[in-house]
Nanobody
Framework: QVQLVESGGGLVQPGGSLRLSCAASGFTFSNYVVSWYRRAPGKEREFVASIHMIGGTTNYADSVKGRFTISRDNTKNTVDLQMNTLKLEDTAVYSC????????????????WGQGTLVTVSS
């Protein structure tokens, strides 16, 4: 029953704001790096932002720096993405990704993907 569930997508006008949430079910985000990716129609999937659940170190794509903020809540086992001053080019399916920050005894990393939530920026 390991799952990542995204929520908060919807329709928003240019310049508006939206808050996405990624919730882990069946496991804890502890010792994981959680990221947001997006895929626009006709384009390849691209990295948006990431955060280490331990320490809180963040990273952002240049296209969203200063507009998007990723945050974590270790108690609730969730990761949010606050999106401000949205642009038309932000329209995409946003997906949550979790990768274990430590390899297991076989040198492998666990990786999980959510199903995604649609964000549409339009007038």
């Amino acid at each position: 029953q390991v799952q990542l569930v995204e929520s908060g997508g919807g329709l928003v006008q240019p310049g508006g704001s939206l808050r996405l949430s990624c919730a882990a079910s069946g496991f804890t985000f502890s010792n994981y790096v959680v990221s947001w990716y997006r895929r626009a129609p006709g384009k390849e999937r691209e990295f948006v932002a990431s955060i280490h659940m331990i320490g809180g170190t963040t990273n952002y794509a240049d296209s969203v720096k200063g507009r998007f903020t990723i945050s974590r809540d270790n108690t609730k086992n969730t990761v949010d993405l606050q999106m401000n001053t949205l642009k038309l080019e932000d329209t995409a399916v946003y997906s949550c990704n979790a990768v274990s920050s430590r390899a297991d005894m076989w040198g492998r990393y666990l990786k999980f993907w959510g199903q995604g939530t649609l964000v549409t920026v339009s007038s």
